[in-house]
């Protein structure tokens, strides 16, 4: 696991002429869970985008969305679960932290979607009552969770590792991960408890890239 | 006025600048050992596979240093007939030469080949940084890792794998040495040459032919099967031996690569004159013998005067004579009867162990598994093993020693019972013996050490010469007496 | 009745349900390779876990027989348009998925159709066995292990040295030009090529949590692995398994390797088909 920054410039999009595909489904006999994911191909994807993926989630307040509806603007993304005591507070704080370093004009603007590993206990409930108590703003903070299958691809996705224990606790890495308008991971930090001033600087940059 | 006011001014801004100049100087030497940003463009690292040293450093200034090495597993011969499948830094073992000057800034690219099948990473004794690099370097089968690190420490400094079980990756080949060289470079030598012991593991006995597997228990047990410079015996011994002429300096970057053994380095013939102990800051003089700890290194220098082979071994001697840990340096020149009057120094102490010419023995290894064995196939390769195994005590000639050791020419106990005979060089013979009407009484041991179509190949020999009745012993023959238990033997008259 | 015949017929009929809920539940179209059910157990891992010190519980699934082949992945490719090599996003595959192919979608000679197939991602594998059908995904490393245990005899063959010298061999033989085909000898569930053959990719590879020195074991970065510190291993001697397991934590999901490959599972439904 690198700790270091890592920077991952975005490759040249292509232009893709893609057919969506359909998978053979059955019926899945199991209760409560979402349809797999599936790898869409739309022309305005870039192929480095991680919107390749669909990824169903629900938010703090019980809405339904996906991945990908972040697009349009540079956005934090990270993985945490409610019931973490030592590590995640220190992974808010270093969202919180970062939004603030930011120059005025863009600061407290960075959308952040943190995604749950507890899939069991992470509620819409639960999360509104850790974003109630942690005073995250709405309009940035999204707290969101998914199934199980979808959680673990998410963090496949972004290189985060992670391992339910049997207390219920979970085993992680924690990183801080930048993805610009398109979806792209371009910059990433393992920095918690404060700013990384070079992470700062590169939300700073992708922010310019993309204001008006 | 106006002059005064300019003049001011100017010293005003001059002192300013002084004064920003010095606070915001680059931290050059606050850590020992950084000399500062690297200057330049940046240099590709020359590696070299042993026993080559890349060239010395002749730069006065540090540098960005890019070095690309690339792990391979490759099977390749261990001993005479024996393969391996060893794990590689750049195809060889030991590793590729790296080095750099101190306070370089070394950009290090680890690639692991597609074909590998396990991951891999590096762990570098000169890198102050977690893991030595090691957790910064890991490094799935086809991909390439980079890390980058300040050589603040000048010596002599060995890497190695560190991935899980590491014992294992060491006791594979994953290991070689680094120099980070000093800023006024090192003193000019005539030659510099590259050796690294290791203690290798397999499942088979010693020269057991075939690929061989690592065995676990024996490494964990420190049972080692074999104990080489560089990776194979043989590796530094007849044409492959390292060369020098008389009245050369020859400095050697000698590594313990491990992964269990302390090494008892010594040359024989040779006195160093200087030995960089454990590969650190000091310098001892005129040592015989150095110490090389497992994941250690020194640096040994000596003048060549006389001309002759100088045998490098690991002194825990059974280690060079039963396991592999040989190799020479063959010096060439005109004599220096001042210094050494006698005779060449091969001839007694190695028997066949530094036999260039063991071609008889795979000739005879391959006709074997083919089939077809002929007996002059044998008496040759019998010939070349008896050099080296037998002579020592029944002599060239097959005399013996008046009183102490049988001779086997024209011996009437070679004409009896072919099993008896089979039967002593596995089991060893002591006590009272009579051979053509002489008594001796010695003691032979087991040859433990050689199989099956070795002892019928020797025996082969010894049966067509000096007079004695011909024939042939087969390795079946042999494998039949080495089955039967070995009975406590009164000997014969 | 005795106890043993009982469970020995629960297991006769509910493999029979099984494979009738697999066989309708499945488009004959989607697979070749049958499954063979797996019947709950306890299963001490290699994993020590979090100081776990009772053997887990596996729950009931069924398994290939054998890993993914190159002529099933190809047609879940000519399906799947967004698999094929060159259109599939460089997220989900990086640069050398199946490069091994002569074409995005032929094969050619240098990839055999009963080899297993090789250069696949962890997403890529994991679409494959979505489209099995039936909850289907890559085995869980407990899954995977517990069938890994067995060998022709028993389903637990650990104890065993020749269990482990069987998988040494392969670690000491260099990656040959041609790989072998897949359909080996059977272990004592059915199931075949568990060693010897490739790497496998687990559902949980990302899971494992070892740190990348692994001279650190035992030594908890609370920063990094959030307060349990990396994975320690139960049973440092059992180095083959070890083996596996730093292999599959050196990857990242959009990794592809010359050696690695996958096979499916189909975890046992809970409830009423």
Redesign the interface.
């Known amino acids: 696991?690198?700790?270091?920054l890592h920077v991952s410039i975005g490759?040249a999009s292509r232009v893709?002429t893609?057919?969506?595909?359909l998978?053979?489904?059955?019926?899945?006999?199991?209760?409560a869970?979402a349809a797999?994911a599936k790898?869409?191909?739309a022309t305005t994807?870039s192929?480095?985008?991680?919107y390749?993926?669909e990824v169903p989630l629900t938010d703090q307040s019980g809405r339904a969305f996906t991945l990908d509806a972040m697009r349009g603007k540079p956005a934090l993304i990270t993985m945490f679960y409610s019931g973490?005591?030592?590590?995640?507070p220190r992974i808010v704080e270093a969202l919180r932290k970062t939004e603030t370093s930011l120059p005025a004009n863009i600061r407290n603007r960075v959308p952040i979607l943190m995604v749950s590993f507890d899939v069991k206990n992470d509620t819409p409930e639960v999360l509104r009552a850790m974003a109630l108590e942690r005073h995250l703003d709405d309009s940035i903070w999204t707290l969101a969770r998914s199934d199980e299958?979808n959680t673990?691809?998410l963090?496949?996705?972004l290189?985060?590792?992670?391992?339910?224990?049997?207390?219920g606790?979970?085993?992680?890495?924690?990183v801080l991960i930048l993805l610009d308008a398109d979806g792209r991971?371009v910059g990433r930090t393992?920095v918690?408890g404060k700013a990384d001033p070079a992470f700062v600087k590169l939300v700073a940059k992708q922010m310019a890239a993309t204001s008006p | 006025m106006k002059t005064l006011r300019a003049f001011i001014s100017l010293a005003a801004t001059v002192l300013l600048v002084c004064v920003h100049a010095a606070t915001a100087a680059p931290a050059t030497a606050r850590i020992p050992g950084d000399f500062g940003p690297p200057q330049g463009k940046p240099i590709k690292a020359v590696l070299t596979s042993p026993p080559h040293v890349p060239p010395a450093i002749t730069r006065k200034y540090p540098a960005k240093v890019i070095v690309e090495l690339e792990v391979v597993e490759k099977e390749m011969q261990i001993s005479e007939g024996v393969s391996y499948l060893f794990w590689t830094f750049g195809g060889t073992v030991p590793g590729s030469f790296i080095r750099v000057r101190q306070g370089d800034t070394v950009e290090f690219h680890l690639k692991n080949h597609p074909s590998s099948k396990m991951p891999h990473n590096i762990d570098l004794h000169g890198v102050t940084g977690p893991g030595g690099g090691a957790t910064s370097s890991f490094t799935a089968p086809g991909h390439e890792s980079q890390f980058t690190f300040k050589a603040l420490n000048e010596g002599i400094y060995v890497y190695h794998c560190a991935t899980a079980p590491v014992g294992m990756h060491v006791a594979n080949g994953m290991y070689g040495l680094i120099l980070v060289e000093p800023p006024g470079g090192m003193a000019k030598v005539d030659h510099e040459f590259y050796v690294m012991q290791g203690d290798f593991y397999t499942v088979g006995k010693y020269r057991e032919k075939g690929l061989q597997a690592f065995d676990m228990e024996k490494a964990i047990d420190e049972r080692p099967t074999y104990v080489l410079f560089n990776g194979a015996e043989g590796a530094l011994t007849g044409d492959k031996a390292l060369t020098a002429k008389t009245n050369q300096k020859v400095r050697m970057f000698v590594g313990n690569g491990g992964p269990n053994l302390v090494s008892s380095f010594h040359v024989i013939g040779e006195i160093f004159d200087n030995v960089r102990y454990e590969g650190g800051s000091n310098v001892q003089h005129n040592v015989q013998t150095t110490l090389i700890p497992a994941g250690g290194a020194a640096v040994v220098e000596f003048r060549t005067e006389v001309p002759g082979s100088y045998v490098l071994v690991d002194h825990s001697i059974f280690r060079a004579f039963n396991k592999g840990a040989l190799a020479i340096l063959k010096v060439d020149g005109p004599e220096n009867k001042a210094i050494y009057s006698g005779k060449e120094l091969d001839a007694v102490y190695l028997g066949d162990r530094a036999q260039p010419n063991l071609s008889a023995v795979t000739t005879a290894t391959a006709a074997a598994a083919k089939g077809n064995l002929t007996q002059q196939e044998q008496i040759n390769a019998g010939k070349v093993l008896f050099t080296g195994t037998c002579s020592v005590c029944h002599q060239a000639n097959g005399e013996g020693l008046a009183g102490v050791f049988p001779p086997l020419a024209k011996s009437d106990y070679l004409a009896g019972d072919v099993k008896r005979v089979i039967a002593s060089v596995l089991h060893g013979l002591s006590g009272k013996v009579t051979v053509n009407g002489k008594e001796y009484n010695s003691v032979m041991p087991p040859m433990n050490q050689l199989n099956n179509d070795e002892v019928a190949n020797i025996l082969t020999y010894v049966y067509n010469t000096w007079g004695n009745p011909g024939g042939r012993v087969t390795s079946d023959e042999v494998k039949a007496v080495r089955a039967q238990p070995p009975v406590a033997r009164r000997a014969e008259h | 009745m005795t106890l043993r015949s009982r469970s020995h017929w629960t297991r006769v009929v509910s493999r029979g349900l099984f494979s009738l809920c697999i066989g309708a539940a499945v488009p004959a179209v989607a697979r070749a390779a049958g499954y063979v059910s797996i019947a709950a157990g306890e299963f001490a891992s290699v994993l020590a876990g979090d100081t776990e010190v009772k053997p887990s519980s596996v729950p009931a699934f069924a398994m290939r027989t054998s890993p993914v082949t190159n002529r099933e992945f190809l047609e879940f490719v000519k399906r799947n348009q967004g698999w094929a090599r060159g259109r599939v996003s460089r997220v989900l595959a990086d640069t050398q998925y199946l490069n091994h192919w002569r074409t995005p979608r032929e094969l050619g000679d240098a990839a055999l159709a009963d080899q297993p197939v090789i250069n696949v991602s962890w997403f890529a594998a994991q679409a494959f066995c979505e489209a099995e059908g039936a909850g289907g995904r890559l085995p869980s490393w407990l899954e995977w292990e517990r069938v890994a245990a067995a060998d022709t005899t028993h389903t637990d063959a650990r104890p065993n040295p020749a269990w482990r010298a069987e998988i040494l061999r392969w670690y000491s033989t260099a990656t040959s030009v041609t790989l072998a085909n897949t359909g080996g000898t059977a272990n004592v569930y059915g199931i075949q090529d568990m060693h010897g053959l490739i790497w496998e990719w687990v559902d949980d590879f990302n899971a494992l949590l070892v740190a990348a020195d692994s001279r650190s074991q035992g030594d908890p970065d609370k920063l990094q692995f959030c307060g349990a510190g990396a994975i320690s291993l139960k049973d440092r001697d059992n180095y083959a398994v070890l083996m596996r397991i730093a292999l599959l934590s050196s990857l990242k999901a959009v990794d592809t390797t010359r050696n690695l490959g996958f096979r499916c599972v189909i975890p046992v439904s809970k409830g009423p088909k």
């Open positions: 696991m690198k700790s270091t490759g893709l893609f057919v969506i595909s998978l053979i489904a059955c019926v899945a006999p199991q209760v869970i797999p790898s869409v191909a994807t192929s480095d985008s991680i390749s993926l973490c005591q030592f590590v995640c299958r673990r691809k963090a496949a996705l290189n985060i590792q992670y391992r339910e224990l049997s207390g606790d979970f085993n992680h890495t924690s991971i393992s918690i």
